[in-house]
């Protein structure tokens, strides 16, 4: 089983700051595979990010995705206000698809 | 548009059974594997099992193996996740994920979740 472990577990930023979130895999996994979720509460996840680095329908251009190999990155440029939320990696190239535990952006 | 909409959750007694259904419109549902993932009440999300386009290869979850069963009915787009021996660590919401494995585009479609509470 690969484990995804995301840091940090709660980042706490302004509004207009970047937030940088990181996934680290156990093994390498093909970034044809890694995709970064966005979820509120009470709401379903959101596809962000697929193949590690392409942004899924309708996602602004402040996200991206970047890495390779066992350490991928999800970049918010100039954060909005609905963009405080967590934040899931997951890894879909093998079973069991497993998920990193998430990373909570939260306001400063 | 792209439609999940899962059915089906509820209070079930440990030891009990449940059977969730997932109707899926807007897209070929048989070019897709389909997932199921859930949410344990403010935990992370935990995938559960996946089934082919086909429906003849099925995996899941070590959690659930051998106690849930998944099936789809591609005549009929929809998708299930049958459940027994249910355990209170079962608890939470389910949701079922259009699987972008074959397409190489993540779980693009998710549905709004089905509640299911095992407890005495």
């Known amino acids: 089983e690969i484990v995804l472990t995301q840091s940090p577990g709660t980042l706490s930023l302004s509004a207009g700051e970047r937030a940088t979130l990181s996934c680290r895999a156990s093994q390498s996994i093909d970034s044809s595979y890694l995709a970064w979720y966005q979820q509120k509460l009470g709401q379903a996840p959101r596809l962000l990010i697929y193949?590690?680095?392409y942004r899924a329908t309708d996602i602004p251009d402040r996200f991206s995705g970047s890495g390779s190999g066992t350490d991928f990155t999800l970049t918010i440029n100039r954060l909005e206000p609905e963009d405080f939320a967590v934040y899931y990696c997951?890894?879909?190239?093998?079973?069991?698809?497993?998920f990193g535990q998430g990373t909570k952006v939260e306001i400063k | 548009q792209v439609q999940l909409v899962e059915s089906g959750g509820g209070l079930v007694k440990p030891g009990g059974s449940l059977r969730l259904s997932c109707a899926a419109s807007g897209f070929s549902f048989g070019d897709y594997y389909m997932s199921w993932i859930r949410q344990a009440p403010g935990k992370g999300l935990e995938w559960v099992a996946c089934i082919s386009n086909t429906g003849r290869t099925t995996f899941y979850a070590d959690s659930v193996k051998g106690r849930f069963t998944i099936s789809r009915d591609n005549a009929k787009n929809s998708l299930s996740l049958q459940m027994n021996s249910l355990r209170v660590e079962d608890t939470a919401v389910y949701y079922c994920?259009?699987?972008?494995?074959?397409?190489?585009?993540?779980?693009?479609?998710w549905g709004q979740g089905t509640l299911v509470t095992a407890s005495s």
């Open positions: 193949g590690a680095s």
């Open positions: 997951q890894q879909y190239g093998t079973t069991p698809r497993t």
């Open positions: 994920a259009r699987d972008g494995w074959m397409q190489l585009r993540g779980f693009e479609y």
